[in-house]
């Protein structure tokens, strides 16, 4: 039901008639570079999205001032058992 190997030669024979070979051939380069131009994109929007979730999840994760009004353990006098 799909299209087939003879549907898909007529179509192709009937763009290079209404084209013709030069412009079919510019016409493919033009998209071959539009898809590398799109892929580029893509991947660099990835790139800059992931560096920005790494330096804000760097400054969330800054322990700095708890680490100080936490009381530690050697702060703490020893219970006296003797008693």
Do not use: H, Y
Not at 17 to 37: E, M, N, P
Not at 40 to 53: I, P
């Amino acid at each position: 039901m799909g299209i087939g190997m003879r549907e898909l030669i007529i179509i192709l024979l009937v763009v290079l008639l209404v084209f013709g070979a030069k412009k079919l051939r510019t016409i493919g380069s033009d998209l071959g570079a539009a898809v590398r131009g799109f892929k580029k994109g893509m991947d660099e929007g990835d790139a800059t999205e992931s560096l920005k979730q790494i330096k804000q999840e760097s400054a969330d994760a800054d322990f700095g001032d708890t680490a100080k009004t936490a009381p530690t353990t050697n702060d703490q006098k020893p219970a006296d058992r003797n008693g």
